[in-house]
């Protein structure tokens, strides 16, 4: 039984030993090497490498064995190579040193002989030895305010959001990723092949844990789908729970034997599994990245009824299109609404339907913030998407569009939507490089000022979706 | 009745009026003057600007009126306000100037009684004068041999790659972005509102045109959708046909209206058109980028099989889904073609199925070569997917990679791999500038080498799977 206050400890740990410190660690690039990684993020605890060949590795004094240490430790990590990880396992039973996450893979995961057979052998001494284990074959934890990572790229900042994952790789690349989206964790904990930790058990520890408002998960099999649903349910309600769920095929659930071992389960379980527990659902390491950075900066939207702003005809047909497809309406401009964009809005080439084709607003952020004056406050209304094209927003000049549009958007544009939830679309095809770096440009100054952007039209729409869907799930379900 | 012959001189004018050039055109960087986008895309031929209140605009002589012109021209762009449109149209009738684009909105598209009366008065002048019109409410032409653009930011290279837009935005947009990816065209044609010459007059013309290799569309509605119907089917055997149909939901439909005032046909109609014809569907602008990519850059594969190379667990289970949902195969790697890989692939980490999860491979391109060999000269391999995580690529350093990398993937792997259809997936999480300049740089490389690269895993899949399916069903259809 995994208790909250072994996770707890476990999760903040004061001490760390790190079985299989390489000898050679240095601080400079090598992104593989775990100890390394946790010094230069700057761990804080006390910090013990162990390799018998070693007298001191980056000014840590080395042991060369688990029993050898002081004292017992929060956290053991065994990233010694799969055949040597039952003997070091069997020390930490005996010394006490009961948190231990293995690194090493070449377990269930391979799907062979050995690999099954030592499997089965460090569960029983997990069991026997009443060892907390997260792994094997996983990249174990990156907890800011604990001031520990086992890898790079991530940032020192915490935040709100939770990331469970039975990948490493997935775990690094959402990581490194969604810092550059501004989206920050409380937690993120790679759990591989699940020995005796599973994601439920992390899942109730993040439900009641304060530094977290939002759970995110990479799923490739749980060993009680049963009780994952409960659980979710129940969780979802206050913290929403958004999953990306792989293996939803016979050649992904092949895939994933040889990943991580687990039992993918039916699709049809999980098409139901989203449907009853009100999860979101997420594809891929950016989709992940997108819907998450939704949720982060959107208030709850009172329902799924979406206006567009933007210019070009096509574009309006095709996000039409796409918002139908993911289940966004579209509602008619009322006339009366009308009536009060014609007053700001010129007729000559701006059409006043919705969406609303109207180039003149896109250049000039008084026209926007009365155009947003008057949607903000219609209660049929309850999300916006701006989609700037930025190739035809002349009258900036690729200088100008930050000051200008960046500058209104990141201050003042939620406010005068009446913090209904928006999202900007920023899209360029011209080929000059000025104009590419104005884009980017701006889209940094929207990510730091907590605007969720984007740089094409579907996952906008698809994120905008999926928060209204949401929100929508919890108001019926409370 | 549109002839080919009038098409053709319209298409390669050694004569165009524009009625409307401004006074004070400039060659910088106004992308809404179309008189001076033609001047600075270098036309060759004779240029008449025509306004009464110049003499001369961009060192061109200029003409009070097309009735003052000494001769009549191969083609009059006409992009005065839309009042004024019928009176010129009438003169470009009686002086025999009888191939006419209208630039000009404010027409059907209005849906308003004003710009429907419009455009009833032009459609009987240009009936009753035999005009051809591309237009009203169009960008025009660019045609790249025939040394013409109508906007800007295009390249003077011709390709294989003819767009036919009912969008002018749409048209731009696309021309801009694609030729970054090195695809080049025949023609592009923005037809707006469609008059007199419509997508299926312009689609029996590039039938016919030698220049043209794969044809794409842009599309909101067409007058005969029977006939375009029976022409895409019978094109499509020979030349790709790749169409981005527009205006799939109520509230697309609505849009389409007051863009180009088109009857949009049912979903339904558009669903079956599809499956009848064989015409592959596109999505978007930079869907439609990304599949004429494809198609530009590969030889017809034999099926639908398709065997991934990559680095990542997580990764192949989600490939593996993405492939189920788009249709494609991924044959179990035979036990002979395993032990084949098995002799190059060193067994820890790397895991011999399909897909293929074997990091060392991404960092030798000898190892990789010969990898490709064995799956190149495997039959029941189609295609191949190749999943580059660069940020995992740590042997070569940013720098090396272009150099080893780039260098093999975009001289020697295409040949290795026995002329099939290959994509590659770059992708790259890591914050460090240094990886994601290496990134670019990599990008740019296959793209000039004509390797269809893609930064997300989706896309590649998606494309992929529209290049079978296209094939497959010509294959059935002759």
Known sequence: MITKSSLERMLHPKSIAVVGARRDSTNSEAWMDLFASIVQFGYKGRLYPINPKADVILGYKAYPSITSLPTSVDLVIITLSAPHVPSVLSECATTGNRNVQIFSAGFKETGEEEGLKLQQEIEEIAKKGELSVIGPNCMGLYIPKAGLSCWRGV?????????????????????????????????????????????????????????????????????????????????????????????????????????????????????????????????????????????????????????????????????????????????????????????IIPAAGNIIRNPIDANLVMNSPSLMQSVLEVLGKENYIDMLLLNLHVDWMYDYGPEGLIETMGGFLSNDARRYMNDKPFAVALRSYRADQEFKHACNSLEKVLR????????????????????????NFIRKAR
């Open 155 to 343: 940032s020192e900042k915490s935040g709100s959001v939770a990331f469970l994952s039975q990948s490493g790789g997935f775990a690094e690349d959402f990581s490194s990723y969604a810092v550059q989206l501004n989206i920050c964790f409380s937690k993120v904990i790679s759990y591989g092949n699940a020995l005796t930790i599973d994601g439920t058990d992390l899942l109730t520890y993040l439900s009641e844990d304060d530094d977290t408002r939002f759970i995110t998960m990479y799923l490739e099999g749980v060993r009680n789908s049963r009780r994952l649903l409960e659980m979710t349910s129940k969780i979802n309600i206050t913290k929403p729970v958004i999953i990306v769920k792989a293996g939803q095929s016979d050649s992904g659930i092949k895939a994933i034997s040889s990943h991580t071992g687990s039992l993918a389960g039916a699709a049809h379980f999980w098409d139901a599994f989203f449907r009853q527990t009100g999860a979101v659902r997420a594809y891929s390491v950016e989709d992940l990245v997108h819907v998450t950075l939704m949720f982060q900066n959107s208030k709850p939207p009172n329902g799924n009824r979406l206006a567009i702003l933007g210019a070009g005809g096509a574009f309006s047909v095709i996000a039409a299109d796409a918002c139908n497809k993911e289940g966004l309406e579209i509602p008619a401009i009322t006339s009366d609404t009308q009536k009060k964009l014609r007053s």
């Open 448 to 471: 730091s000022a907590g605007v969720p952007v984007f740089r094409n039209i579907e996952q906008p729409i698809s994120c905008l979706a999926r928060l209204s869907q949401y929100h």
